[in-house]
């Protein structure tokens, strides 16, 4: 049985987060009523023309920057190709000269994906399909809504660097991180912001050359993608274990039967006569539009990880990992933005690893609440954590307090009755359990660590929580040596 | 006062394109029998003469004094015509029509085909003529028609319901002449014959396929009689005889190879939605490819190090504002929709997913 | 030969001076030219829509801001003839072809906008040949349009329609569009002057495309002046049309009459040959004149200059197939159904266009489609460089060019129409500045034997607009009055 290795390129289109549209000042939004943002260039009427959107064109140089591509002097051209979801039946779209070359992507476990390219073009129409169970190959009519035409695209392609689906589907979702943290796209894939297609093929594991790819479309999730890729792969495999050949052709995902399914063959592959748009200028990336490119734009969520983790590397390593494993915490963290909150709460003297696990955890369970936290605070109810003033519980409780309402920690500490008990009430209290539990005691004092809970228990019952676990367990450790 | 002409009989002529036809009906017969056929030559672009030939179309008493030279000199005379403005000429013709064109065709071997209908190629017997001889002698004009000999039910041939005897024996004489110099016929022949003749036998187009020097294409009409030009089969023919022109005429157009073929016409006119029929793509292969040639010049230059130029003058970055502005009312843009269904334009279904 | 000199209803100039001073009413002007379109129009044909009522309404509201004391703006009541191929709002615009019969753009184009705002009355859209594709204006799917020097001729073409109103004194003012000499042309065969600007100086917004790189707007007028305040008015700066000139309209009747001594004028030999006697004895009797009035005129062999017509009939040819693919029967216009949406858009379009309009979206098809691109479109793009580059170089030694507008007089109909490499030289002498993006110029200078007008062309390098008017207003004060319209067939 031969082995066989997984090539993938990847082809994403991206919908850039502009007010308006490519080519005109119509507005650029998902989910209007069909044909009402539409006027005479996107619509493609007789003597309209186009005129390119700077902040389209910022946010493309923007994404190339991120994806650490080359910026250089640009063309549109037009791809000639009839369809109706097209107003001008060509798409005006960037082919040999496009704004961003070469570059690359890295994952969350350090490798990296070689980016082709990432060029600019407009987005076309929405078709549905009438009758026939809502499948083109069935359907009775169509019904064509033009509001997404001329909405501005950056497409990005990988080179087939991507060994596997699981792989595939991490490029995605780092890719997606990054186009939201540049602020050019906000990610919903399920608003079709992001469009995927999967270029699959396998190869003898070792082979030189590529084996034929097919290209794999309607992928809406992430979940798709993986799960498509996974069938394609076995599918070719299938084809060449009995000897036969994969026939290159685009096929289409079903997610209903997950399967994916060839489409009508076509008598030629288009030929989309590529020529140079002679409507539009040349792009040149001159310093005005780079540095506005550039403007508010932080690090990406690879740098972002491996400034958390250098942040980290500088604390003490924790006793315990409870909430789950430090690489794990600080991909969450820099995922949901709350990365300048750690940074923060250090910088103001808190411990970095509880600062990551409870941003993680506890902080993560409302982000957009935990982004308006003050770090200073943040830090200051750390920090009570970390002395004992608070348990973990209470602390979480408070931390919970502080998201929703704001607030100084040690007031709403003391509101919530959390105040610390004073050291003699808790010896009384100890003292006490001691005296009224003398079998245990003598356990506890002979060396059985499993009796100190139940002792601790007793004293927490006691103050009705308030005490510290972590001074009574002290108090206890103390007595005990004595 | 001269008898007029019988409807439908009139002579037709189309000035068209740079190819001719001669079109030529046949003995007792009307330019009405070759209509069908002339209006489709004309309809692919080519330049048609059909004449009345002499004697026919208004009475046989007009008929009985005209003779074979009264009918091939109007041949003539139509061909002159053609041969006067177009680059290339061709002769069609049914039963002794076909006779006709294959006279033609004889005489000036720079006629480009011939498209022979049933053709009248294999002189009758000398018992048969001389029968006739006798009847004349006896005091007939004529005999019983050979006009309508048609499979289908209501297409009558106008013709006329007598043969007179003395331009038969005439036409025979003609028949004669042909027969001998069938070895002339260089051109591409187109010959159709139907199955089932009631008129002309078929070892007429029998002869004409074993003698003629140059291509024949022999077509075989299934379901038609003698009047094929008005029979089952006509649709047929027509394509046919369009196609085999041409075919024929292509490769004579240009000196130089051709440059653009009909299939890739086909080709172009896919990539560009462009419905055409099998005539358009004929014609358009030949002015094409004149075009073509035409600009071949651009393709020789030698361009080693001109860049390209795409526009005029060298403008960069010419950028918008990402402000909105206002959009179209919807309904002005639906209204002039061709079909709207649900505030959406309607398309029939879609064939193929996009690209 | 049976036109004789007409009047017309006035000069721009004259019109609008006299409606602003409140001299005459812009309605009284806009009766006059509704009249002489209804005497004339049945024989003529410029006409594909006469918007009579409209006009109306446009003249009142020109007179009652004269009547305010407002200034209604420098084409105060000067009625204007529009090529069909711009688009007007409300109004069917149809470019002359079958597949946008009836079709209302919701939107002016930006040089109808610029005409009203500056007091224009548009009276009606022109004829022209199928979207532009043409020498004769009988490419039309709606019938030709007739010469009116001579009724059994093409006015040329394109802009057939739009030369034939101002040629017939219909209309002091018409606008049309250049692409290869579709202004020049007809300007040429109706004995009036029409005028290409520097590509980029006229916005493009609302012209409907026929080769991008190439078209322009211009006007007609029965004198240099005229189409020099009609340019005016329209050109500059555009921000909906990104290959529009980032400049202000150039000024051009200031200099006008300042004469051309001194000027260096070049004949371009090359376009000697080939050409009708009249036509060629005219360009060298225009050399002469000039020559009279004081410049310096030379003889210049701008050979690669003929590389122009071939390069362009495979450039115009292939913009064009793109920029007609949006016609398939889906948003507006004609549809033809099928039984699925290829087939209908394949039907729509085979029957929608016409035999012209198709062979050059095929021509254009072809060159660009995969294993052609280099060896035709590449290589015509190339040709367009050296154009260029020989203009450039003729440039250098003179400050504008002479040729022949057209190797003819008018035609008779049907005499070139079966023949599309004959309607293609029509051209000839035209297409080089089109490549170029040059501005150029044709002035009726002389009548041929038979009595019929031919132009003479002035062509300058790019934004040489105002040397190429004072010149051409320097070759119109050197013809005879009778080598100009209008005219009545």
């Known amino acids: 049985m031969t082995e066989y290795e997984t090539v993938v390129g990847l082809e994403v289109h991206c919908e850039l987060a502009t007010a308006t549209k490519l080519f005109c000042g119509c507005r650029n939004a998902f989910g209007e009523a069909p044909n009402t943002n539409i006027c005479p260039v996107c619509l493609g009427l007789p003597g309209s023309l186009p005129v390119i959107n700077r902040r389209a064109v910022e946010l493309a140089l923007r994404i190339g920057t991120a994806l650490n591509c080359t910026a250089q002097r640009s063309i549109f051209h037009r791809k000639n190709y009839?369809?109706?979801?097209?107003?001008?039946?060509?798409?005006?779209?960037?082919?040999?000269?496009?704004?961003?070359?070469?570059?690359?992507?890295?994952?969350?476990?350090?490798?990296?994906?070689?980016?082709?390219?990432?060029?600019?073009?407009?987005?076309?129409?929405?078709?549905?399909?009438?009758?026939?169970?809502?499948?083109?190959?069935?359907?009775?009519?169509?019904?064509?809504?033009?509001?997404?035409?001329?909405?501005?695209?950056?497409?990005?392609?990988?080179?087939?660097d991507i060994s596997s689906a699981a792989q595939a589907r991490a490029y995605v979702d780092e890719l997606r991180s990054i186009l939201v943290a540049t602020g050019a796209s906000d990610g919903r894939m399920e608003e079709g912001s992001l469009r995927v297609d999967a270029n699959v093929s396998v190869r003898p594991a070792g082979a030189a050359e590529y084996g034929t790819r097919c290209e794999v479309k309607n992928l809406n999730s992430l979940r798709s993608l993986e799960r498509a890729i996974g069938y394609e792969?076995?599918?070719?495999?299938?084809?060449?274990?009995?000897?036969?050949?994969?026939?290159?052709?685009?096929?289409?995902?079903?997610?209903?039967?997950?399967?994916?399914?060839?489409?009508?063959?076509?008598?030629?592959?288009?030929?989309?006569?590529?020529?140079?748009?002679?409507?539009?200028?040349?792009?040149?990336?001159?310093?005005?539009?780079?540095?506005?490119?550039?403007?508010?734009?932080?690090?990406?969520?690879?740098?972002?990880?491996r400034r958390l983790s250098e942040l980290l590397k500088a604390g003490p390593e924790p006793a315990e990992r409870r909430d789950g494993s430090t690489t794990d915490q600080v991909v969450t963290v820099?995922?949901?933005?709350?990365?300048?909150?750690?940074?923060?709460?250090?910088?103001?003297?808190?411990?970095?690893?509880?600062?990551?696990?409870?941003?993680?955890?506890?902080?993560?369970?409302?982000?957009?609440?935990?982004?308006?936290?003050?770090?200073?605070?943040?830090?200051?109810?750390?920090?009570?954590?970390?002395?004992?003033?608070?348990?973990?519980?209470?602390?979480?409780?408070?931390?919970?307090?502080?998201?929703?309402?704001?607030?100084?920690?040690?007031?709403?500490?003391?509101?919530?009755?959390?105040?610390?008990?004073?050291?003699?009430?808790?010896?009384s209290m100890v003292d006490d359990v001691i005296a009224s539990n003398p079998e245990e005691w003598q356990r506890y004092r002979a060396g059985e660590e499993k009796v100190a809970q139940f002792l601790l228990g007793k004293v927490m019952r006691a103050t009705k929580g308030r005490a510290n676990g972590k001074l009574v367990a002290a108090a206890f450790a103390a007595r005990r040596s004595v | 006062m001269p008898t007029p002409i019988l409807v439908g009989a009139e002579p037709f002529s189309v000035a068209g394109g740079p190819i001719g036809v001669v079109v030529l009906?046949?003995?007792?017969?009307?330019?009405?029998?070759?209509?069908?056929?002339?209006?489709?030559?004309?309809?692919?672009?080519?330049?048609?003469?059909?004449?009345?030939?002499?004697?026919?179309?208004?009475?046989?008493?007009?008929?009985?004094?005209?003779?074979?030279?009264?009918?091939?000199?109007?041949?003539?005379?139509?061909?002159?015509?053609?041969?006067?403005?177009?680059?290339?000429?061709?002769?069609?013709?049914?039963?002794?029509?076909?006779?006709?064109?294959?006279?033609?065709?004889?005489?000036?071997p720079d006629i480009a085909g011939i498209i022979a209908v049933n053709p009248l190629v294999d002189p009758p017997s000398s018992s048969f003529r001389d029968m006739l001889s006798g009847m004349l002698e006896e005091g007939a004009v004529s005999v019983p028609a050979i006009g309508s000999d048609i499979a289908m039910q209501g297409a009558p041939e106008s013709a006329y319901d007598a043969s007179p005897i003395e331009p038969m024996l005439s036409m025979f004489?003609?028949?004669?002449?042909?027969?001998?110099?069938?070895?002339?016929?260089?051109?591409?022949?187109?010959?159709?014959?139907?199955?089932?003749?009631?008129?002309?036998?078929?070892?007429?187009?029998?002869?004409?396929?074993?003698?003629?020097?140059?291509?024949?294409?022999?077509?075989?009409?299934?379901?038609?009689?003698?009047?094929?030009?008005?029979?089952?089969?006509?649709?047929?023919?027509?394509?046919?005889?369009?196609?085999?022109?041409?075919?024929?005429?292509?490769?004579?157009?240009?000196?130089?190879?051709?440059?653009?073929?009909?299939?890739?016409?086909?080709?172009?006119?896919?990539?560009?939605?462009?419905?055409?029929?099998?005539?358009e793509v004929g014609r358009y292969a030949v002015q094409l490819s004149a075009i073509l040639e035409h600009v071949d010049a651009v393709r020789?230059?030698?361009t080693a190090d001109v860049p390209p130029t795409a526009h005029p003058f060298p403008v960069e970055n010419v950028l918008r504002p990402d402000t909105e502005t206002l959009s179209l009312d919807r309904e002005t843009v639906l209204a002039q929709a061709p079909v709207a269904e649900d505030d959406r334009f309607r398309v029939p279904r879609i064939m193929g997913e996009a690209p | 030969m049976t036109a004789r000199q007409a009047p017309g209803i006035g000069s721009v100039a004259g019109i609008a001076a006299a409606v602003r001073s409140g001299e005459i009413s812009a309605r009284s002007v806009l009766q006059s030219s509704l009249e002489r379109v209804a005497d004339l129009e049945a024989d003529l044909h410029c006409f594909n829509a006469i918007t009579a009522e409209k006009a109306m309404a446009d003249a009142d509201a020109v007179d009652r801001l004269v009547g305010s004391g407002l200034d209604p703006g420098p084409l105060a009541g000067v009625p204007v003839a529009l090529k069909d191929n711009l688009c007007t709002e409300g109004i069917p615009t149809t470019c002359s072809s079958r597949i946008l019969a009836g079709w209302m753009p919701p939107y002016d184009a930006t040089v109808v906008s610029r005409l009203r705002c500056a007091g224009a009355v548009p009276v009606g859209k022109t004829n022209l040949d199928e979207f532009a594709m043409g020498s004769s204006t009988e490419n039309s799917a709606f019938?030709?349009?007739?010469?009116?020097?001579?009724?059994?001729?093409?006015?040329?073409?394109?802009?057939?329609?739009?030369?034939?109103?101002?040629?017939?004194?219909?209309?002091?003012?018409?606008?049309?569009?250049?692409?290869?000499?579709?202004?020049?042309?007809?300007?040429?065969?109706?004995?009036?002057?029409?005028?290409?600007?520097?590509?980029?100086?006229?916005?493009?917004?609302?012209?409907?495309?026929?080769?991008?790189?190439?078209?322009?707007?211009?006007?007609?007028?029965?004198?240099?002046?005229?189409?020099?305040?009609?340019?005016?008015?329209?050109?500059?700066?555009?921000?909906?049309?990104?290959?529009?000139?980032?400049?202000?309209?150039?000024?051009?009747?200031?200099?006008?009459?300042?004469?051309?001594?001194?000027?260096?004028?070049?004949?371009?030999?090359?376009?000697?040959?080939?050409?009708?006697?009249?036509?060629?004895e005219a360009v060298v009797a225009a050399g002469e004149a000039l020559a009279a009035a004081g410049a310096k005129v030379d003889r210049v062999k701008i050979p690669e200059l003929l590389l122009g017509l071939p390069a362009y009939y495979i450039i115009a040819p292939a913009e064009a197939s793109s920029n007609l693919s949006r016609y398939d029967g889906v948003r507006y216009g004609l549809r033809v159904d099928g039984p699925d949406a290829e087939t209908m858009n394949a039907r729509t379009r085979g029957e929608g266009f016409g035999p012209e309009v198709k062979r050059r979206i095929m021509i254009g098809t072809y060159a660009l489609s995969a294993g052609y691109y280099d060896a035709y479109y590449g290589q015509a793009q190339k040709a367009r460089t050296l154009v260029i580059r020989a203009f450039e170089a003729a440039y250098r030694s003179f400050d504008v060019l002479l040729t022949p507008t057209t190797p003819s007089v008018a035609f008779p109909f049907g005499s070139k129409v079966d023949d599309p490499i004959q309607m293609y030289m029509c051209d000839v002498c035209s297409i080089p500045s089109s490549l170029a993006g040059h501005p150029a110029v044709s002035v009726p200078f002389a009548l041929s034997p038979e009595g019929l007008p031919v132009g003479v062309q002035v062509l300058a390098p790019a934004l040489g607009e105002t040397v190429m008017m004072r010149v051409a207003a320097s070759l119109e004060a050197a013809a005879p009055r009778q080598a100009r319209g209008p005219v009545t067939p």
């Open chain 1, 82 to 160: 009839f369809y109706p979801d097209m107003p001008k039946d060509y798409q005006i779209s960037q082919y040999d000269e496009p704004i961003n070359l070469g570059g690359f992507l890295e994952l969350v476990d350090g490798s990296r994906v070689g980016i082709e390219r990432a060029h600019m073009e407009e987005d076309t129409g929405k078709t549905t399909h009438v009758g026939g169970g809502g499948r083109i190959r069935e359907a009775g009519y169509s019904l064509v809504d033009y509001n997404r035409a001329g909405v501005p695209l950056v497409e990005i392609v990988s080179r087939p």
């Open chain 1, 233 to 305: 792969v076995a599918r070719q495999i299938a084809l060449l274990e009995s000897g036969e050949r994969v026939a290159q052709e685009t096929r289409h995902w079903d997610e209903g039967d997950g399967r994916t399914h060839a489409l009508r063959s076509k008598e030629e592959a288009n030929d989309y006569r590529y020529f140079p748009e002679p409507d539009l200028a040349p792009l040149v990336p001159d310093a005005r539009l780079l540095a506005a490119a550039a403007e508010g734009v932080g690090p990406m969520p690879a740098e972002r990880r």
């Open chain 1, 334 to 427: 820099v995922d949901l933005g709350l990365d300048e909150l750690v940074h923060g709460a250090v910088t103001a003297g808190a411990d970095p690893h509880l600062s990551l696990a409870r941003a993680a955890n506890e902080a993560a369970a409302n982000p957009d609440a935990a982004k308006l936290l003050d770090p200073i605070a943040f830090a200051a109810l750390l920090k009570m954590e970390s002395s004992g003033q608070l348990s973990a519980t209470q602390s979480k409780e408070v931390l919970a307090e502080l998201m929703t309402h704001g607030g100084d920690p040690a007031r709403i500490a003391a509101s919530l009755g959390y105040e610390q008990m004073d050291t003699a009430a808790l010896d």
């Open chain 2, 25 to 108: 009906h046949g003995f007792t017969g009307t330019p009405q029998s070759m209509r069908p056929l002339a209006t489709a030559l004309a309809a692919a672009g080519f330049s048609v003469e059909l004449p009345l030939l002499p004697g026919h179309g208004t009475s046989v008493a007009d008929m009985v004094s005209t003779r074979w030279p009264d009918w091939s000199s109007v041949a003539e005379a139509a061909y002159g015509e053609l041969a006067g403005r177009c680059d290339r000429v061709f002769a069609a013709g049914l039963s002794m029509g076909g006779t006709l064109a294959i006279w033609l065709a004889e005489r000036h």
């Open chain 2, 173 to 279: 004489d003609g028949v004669d002449e042909i027969a001998a110099r069938l070895g002339e016929v260089r051109c591409p022949v187109l010959l159709l014959s139907s199955r089932t003749d009631h008129v002309v036998p078929s070892e007429s187009g029998d002869l004409l396929a074993a003698r003629a020097p140059g291509p024949v294409e022999r077509v075989w009409l299934e379901r038609s009689f003698h009047v094929a030009t008005l029979d089952h089969d006509a649709p047929e023919l027509e394509a046919r005889a369009v196609a085999f022109v041409n075919k024929v005429a292509v490769p004579a157009m240009s000196e130089t190879e051709r440059l653009i073929s009909p299939e890739e016409v086909r080709h172009v006119a896919r990539l560009a939605r462009l419905a055409l029929d099998d005539d």
């Open chain 2, 300 to 302: 020789r230059l030698d």
């Open chain 3, 143 to 280: 019938g030709p349009t007739r010469n009116p020097w001579d009724t059994t001729r093409v006015p040329g073409g394109s802009s057939g329609g739009s030369a034939a109103a101002v040629a017939s004194g219909m209309v002091p003012l018409a606008f049309g569009s250049d692409t290869g000499g579709s202004i020049r042309q007809p300007a040429s065969l109706c004995g009036i002057v029409g005028v290409k600007p520097t590509y980029g100086v006229v916005s493009r917004y609302g012209l409907i495309a026929f080769a991008s790189s190439l078209d322009q707007i211009g006007p007609f007028a029965a004198t240099v002046a005229d189409a020099a305040l009609g340019l005016e008015v329209v050109a500059g700066h555009d921000p909906m049309d990104s290959t529009s000139l980032d400049l202000p309209s150039p000024q051009l009747l200031a200099s006008l009459d300042d004469g051309v001594s001194g000027t260096r004028i070049g004949i371009v030999e090359d376009f000697l040959s080939d050409v009708s006697p009249e036509c060629r």
